[in-house]
């Protein structure tokens, strides 16, 4: 027998799916002219995605991109590249949803010229310069109907008092006001590499590298009272990154059957945050000026060595919400960055340390001898610093017998003159509070020195 079909009363409950739908077209050209080699391509794609929230049908996701791009080459001795992007996104309003996005990027292999293969051709097997410019958009941090007035309807207006009024509705809020003109946020990349090979062993590339950002969409925080309602997103915020990568590869062999290699990179970096609209903080805490993502952290300088300290120091206002009742000697002292005597979050200060690196390190070893090979990988992060959880910077965390290593280090009436921070002193209950709040006591550095990969393996003779 055959059941009967799954009909049901609306369609969307069979519409139990997301759908993405992408198409492209794309025509190119290629040919060379006796030492001239060009080549060209447009493309065009499109991308829709359609998904369900709870029993509705979501507004489609759309995306559009208009692409070309034209190459030219004279004897792989002087390189040219030149690309353009008209891109589109739904996100915003019309007559802001598209942005042209141009981009180039030259080349010269000096190695190539005759005068170098005269002179120095043995010894200088390659070298080149090239640079890069090029603008990029992004929709990422946009949100959907930014550029749409928004209102909301509910509850009812009371007109005269509680007792005697009359409720009239519904009641109509209006949203956050939009903005018409939100549009991409914008990257201005700039690249200049060096690549240098001597003797077909030693290969190093150095490349620069500057970014600028501009027109970041953020919630404005200068918003006047008077205003009446908050605001949607501007293209207001603007960042700046820049910083060095470095590639030096050794590759040789001894004999005719032993070939080794050894490859180190390393990258640095620095970023800052040049407009952020400020909020009604003081300057310490304005994050214009600071590197991306910096932290704040109250400054821990010692512990509390009597009662007396504990009573005449700034007092926590704040912090965990402990009272001052709960502070006891051996507990961290913590800077009243902004001398009111309270501690609160206005005394935070942000650290120079980050919470991600700004410097990273690899080294990349192997050998291969007559069908045995090894090879092996190391990978250091610096400059990473994070909060240790809790649980593990403090002893007896929720009443628990769960010491921590170091908790017959602490600080005792008998260590109180020693300088320097000290272990806090022990709670019976030490549920992180007041020596667990983020400061620098409890920001360490997390850089490591890693072993990623080691492989070795043996390729049978065919015999």
Do not use: C
């Amino acid at each position: 027998s055959v059941s009967n079909p799954p009909f049901v009363k609306y369609y969307d409950q069979l519409d139990a799916y997301s759908r993405r739908f992408y198409y492209e077209f794309s025509i190119a050209y290629n040919r060379s002219f006796g030492d001239h080699n060009v080549s060209a391509l447009a493309l065009v794609n499109r991308q829709i995605f359609d998904s369900k929230d709870g029993g509705d049908i979501r507004f489609p996701n759309y995306n559009e991109d208009w692409v070309g791009r034209a190459t030219y080459n004279w004897r792989e001795r002087y390189l040219a590249e030149m690309n353009i992007s008209y891109t589109g996104s739904e996100k915003f309003a019309r007559g802001h949803r598209f942005g042209l996005f141009p981009s180039f990027s030259l080349g010269w292999r000096l190695s190539e010229e005759s005068f170098i293969k005269k002179h120095l051709g043995d010894v200088l097997t390659n070298a080149k310069i090239r640079y890069s410019w090029g603008k990029v958009g992004s929709d990422a941090g946009a949100s959907r109907w930014n550029y749409i007035q928004s209102f909301t309807s509910g509850d009812h207006l009371t007109l005269g008092t509680d007792a005697t009024g009359h409720n009239w509705g519904p009641l109509y809020t209006e949203g956050s006001i939009a903005n018409l003109g939100s549009t991409w946020e914008k990257s201005t990349k700039q690249n200049l590499g060096i690549e240098i090979g001597l003797w077909n062993k030693l290969s190093l590339t150095l490349d620069l590298f500057d970014e600028k950002r501009r027109d970041i969409l953020m919630t404005p925080n200068t918003t006047s009272s008077i205003a009446g309602a908050t605001f949607n997103s501007l293209n207001i915020g603007k960042t700046k990154n820049h910083g060095i990568e470095l590639e030096l590869r050794w590759d040789d062999k001894i004999g005719k059957d032993f070939h080794y290699y050894a490859n180190f990179t390393m990258a640095s970096s620095e970023n800052r945050i040049v407009f952020h609209d400020p909020y009604k903080s003081p300057d310490h805490l304005k994050k214009a000026g600071k590197p991306i993502g910096h932290q704040a952290r109250y400054l821990a300088i010692g512990n509390y060595g009597s009662i007396d300290d504990v009573f005449n120091y700034a007092q926590s206002g704040t912090i965990n919400s402990i009272s001052p009742n709960q502070v006891i000697p051996g507990d961290l002292v913590y800077i009243d960055f902004d001398a009111n005597g309270i501690l609160n979050g206005q005394d935070k200060v942000a650290v120079d340390q980050l919470n991600y690196p700004l410097h990273t390190y690899g080294l990349d070893l192997g050998f291969n001898w007559r069908g045995l090979s090894f090879s092996a990988m190391i990978y250091a992060p610096t400059g990473v610093w994070k909060l240790v959880d809790t649980v593990y910077a403090s002893s007896f965390k929720g009443g628990r017998v769960n010491a921590q290593l170091g908790a017959l280090n602490t600080w005792s009436p008998e260590t109180a003159s020693s300088s320097g921070i000290q272990r806090p002193s022990l709670h019976l209950k030490d549920d992180g509070g007041f020596n667990g709040t983020e400061s620098t006591w409890r920001y360490r550095n997390f850089s490591y020195l890693r072993l990623k990969n080691v492989e070795v393996s043996y390729q049978l003779p065919k015999r």
